[in-house]
């Protein structure tokens, strides 16, 4: 179960599981991961006590960059630690080109496959994950931080603490007045509703505050400002924690993209879909195949499927308008 060269330090199975859980780190650093040792770290993950040592020193990874075992069995010297956080940043950039979804694990406290997931925070409230979602939760005396790393979150927030609640994302801040609102990223911003309550918005750290009521919503871009979103009933808010995904004038590459979180198995594009009628449609996300054919058929789509759970999305030809 080891992790394959060129990793700084395969773990040993004579190694205690600190250190092999450091070593399992620098191979997710190392640009070299793979899919059958990805199975490898799974297995070795299930192994008691083995998860707990991991997150350990994931922990600790965040704060001073990947413990590279070569460079733990070097005396302290003068400068040492100035070349590890270069190295950290230059093994981050390449972990984040390479695989992001390593990249995700290992800044993630909480994420999601296919499936939404309800998350307890240490506070007491309540976060819900969308499939293919991730946060980091940064809880002190003085704060309660949920960074939004990736997808979509549902917070039912707890009243009675003096620390505000923020989510950052995308260099963007939501803070929470008393309140259940949802963020979600996507590669063009930031979108936030609020199902109850008040929220306000700030598109950056120092910016100004947007503030937003009870169906009301609103989205920034990096860097950009807070722009005001037509408003939604608050009962259509997040309405994919009860299994529904609702499409009000979607895109319909975007709905392919949206159904296909919830999906085992791969799902690709092929051609253009931007000349295709947006759809209006309410799909069960919690049965993804059928909705996958629900949509095929509204938005004029033909289904290839593949072995292993892959599909193919195209534009149907005139003479093959139903799924197969």
């Known amino acids: 179960m080891s992790p394959p060269e060129p990793s700084p330090a395969p773990p040993l199975a004579s190694d205690p599981p600190a250190e092999q859980a450091r070593a399992w ?26 998860r707990r040592a991991f997150e350990y ?9 990947p413990p590279v075992a070569e460079e733990a069995r070097l005396a302290p010297r003068p400068g040492r630690r100035r070349a590890r956080l270069s190295l950290a940043a230059a093994a981050a950039l390449a972990l984040l080109w390479v695989s992001p979804e ?22 007491g409230s309540a976060a819900v994950l969308d ?28 009243p009675g603490h003096p620390q505000p609640f923020r989510v ?18 996507a590669a063009d911003g930031v979108e936030t509703e609020v199902e109850q309550g008040q929220v306000r918005v700030a598109a950056r750290a120092d910016g100004g505050w947007t503030y937003l009521l009870a169906g009301q919503r609103a989205g920034f871009a990096r860097g950009g400002a807070v722009q005001r979103h037509p408003d939604r009933a608050p ?4 309405a994919w924690r009860e299994g529904e995904l609702l499409l009000d004038s979607t895109p319909v590459a975007d709905a392919v993209a949206q159904l296909a979180r919830y999906r085992d198995g791969a799902t690709f594009v092929r051609g253009d879909l931007s ?33 292993m759970g892959a599909v193919i999305v195209q534009v149907a030809t005139q003479d093959r308008t139903t799924p197969r």
């Open 168 to 185: 950052l994302a995308q260099g963007g801040v939501v803070e929470d007045i008393s309140t259940a609102f949802a963020v979600a990223t």
């Open 131 to 158: 499939a293919d979602s991730a946060i980091a939760v940064d809880y002190s005396d003085t704060q309660r931080v949920v960074r939004l790393l990736h997808g979509r979150v549902w917070f039912k927030v707890a």
């Open 235 to 238: 009962d259509r808010i997040a």
């Open 102 to 123: 390593a990249w995700l694990r290992l800044r993630a406290d909480h994420r999601t496959g296919t499936a939404v997931a309800t998350v307890a925070l240490p506070d």
């Open 25 to 50: 780190i620098a191979w997710l650093t190392s640009g070299a991961v793979d899919a059958p040792r990805m199975e490898d770290f799974e297995r070795w993950l299930a192994v008691p006590g083995h």
């Open 275 to 307: 000349t295709l009628p947006a759809v209006n449609a309410a799909l069960r996300v919690d049965q993804p195949e059928q909705a996958l054919d629900v949509l095929a058929a509204t938005a004029g789509l033909e289904l290839i499927r593949l072995p």
């Open 57 to 65: 020193e994931r922990q600790l990874w965040r704060v001073l960059g």
